[in-house]
């Protein structure tokens, strides 16, 4: 079982910065994949970045590319997601997730543990 906890949403200028910060609790951190996914009003959830146990491997969504960044240190049991040159597009509450099996995946339904999300706001 992985509780994870995010943190470092707020409210932010457009061409800011934020990070958000992901906590996970459980022994088997270190072996999960682990994802960030976002949720507008009105709009489904949206894929922005995943990485592998190792940190060797990342995905990141094409809206994002270029501006965020995702990392873990699994001394810490953390994951982060770096944001940079905010838009109000990207206004949305940010989700961690975890994958058990490791997989390095672009839909939620591959996740299996989730937090409760943290509010983005980038005013124009």
């Known amino acids: 079982q992985v509780q994870l906890v995010e943190s470092g949403g707020g409210l932010v200028q457009a061409g800011g910065s934020l990070t958000l910060s992901c906590a996970a609790s459980g022994r088997a951190f270190s072996s999960y994949a682990m994802g960030w996914f976002r949720q507008a009003p009105g709009k489904e959830r949206e894929f922005v970045a995943a990485?592998?146990?190792?940190?060797?491997?990342?995905n990141t969504a094409d809206s994002v590319k270029g501006r965020f960044t995702i990392s873990r240190d699994n001394a810490k049991n953390t994951v982060t997601l770096q944001m940079n040159n905010l838009k109000s597009e990207d206004t949305a509450v940010y989700y961690c997730?975890?994958?058990?099996?490791?997989?390095?995946?672009?839909?939620?339904?591959?996740?299996?543990?989730w937090g409760q999300g943290t509010q983005v706001t980038v005013s124009s």
């Open positions: 990485i592998r146990w190792s940190g060797e491997s990342t």
């Open positions: 997730a975890a994958n058990r099996y490791g997989q390095l995946r672009t839909y939620s339904s591959a996740y299996n543990y």
